[in-house]
């Protein structure tokens, strides 16, 4: 079994800052990519950034300039680092990795996500 657990999440004003984290536990052999998808109420689940394990990053358009995504493979742990908030940032994000269990079986794996609202 695998489990990713996020924090960091909260509430923020407008132009603030906050930097989800994101960890891995369990019976892991591996982790190849892992990324962050947020979904706002009555939307569907977007990607916000992905990362692989070489530590290439991508970003939704939406981000780019504001988020940085990082990893500590160490650690099996992937954060995202969040700047200039705006309100239409508000969501509920969560994390995703592709792991390789011990078993050698690969699938991707979700946390249970967290709360980002953004308000004055």
């Known amino acids: 079994q695998v489990q990713l657990v996020e924090s960091g999440g909260g509430l923020v004003q407008p132009g603030g800052s906050l930097r989800l984290s994101c960890a891995a536990s369990?019976?892991?052999?591996?982790?190849?990519?892992m990324g962050w998808y947020r979904q706002a109420p009555g939307k569907q689940r977007d990607l916000v950034a992905r990362i692989t394990s070489g530590s290439t990053p991508i970003y939704a358009d939406s981000v780019k300039g504001r988020f940085t995504i990082a990893r500590d493979n160490a650690k099996n742990t992937v954060y995202l680092q969040m700047n200039n908030l705006k309100p239409e940032d508000t969501a509920v994000y969560s994390c995703?990795?592709?792991?390789?269990?011990?078993?050698?079986?690969?699938?991707?794996?979700w946390g249970k996500g967290t709360l980002v609202t953004v308000s004055s």
């Open positions: 995703n990795a592709r792991v390789t269990s011990t078993s050698r079986s690969t699938m991707d794996y």
């Open positions: 369990g019976s892991i052999f591996s982790i190849s990519a």
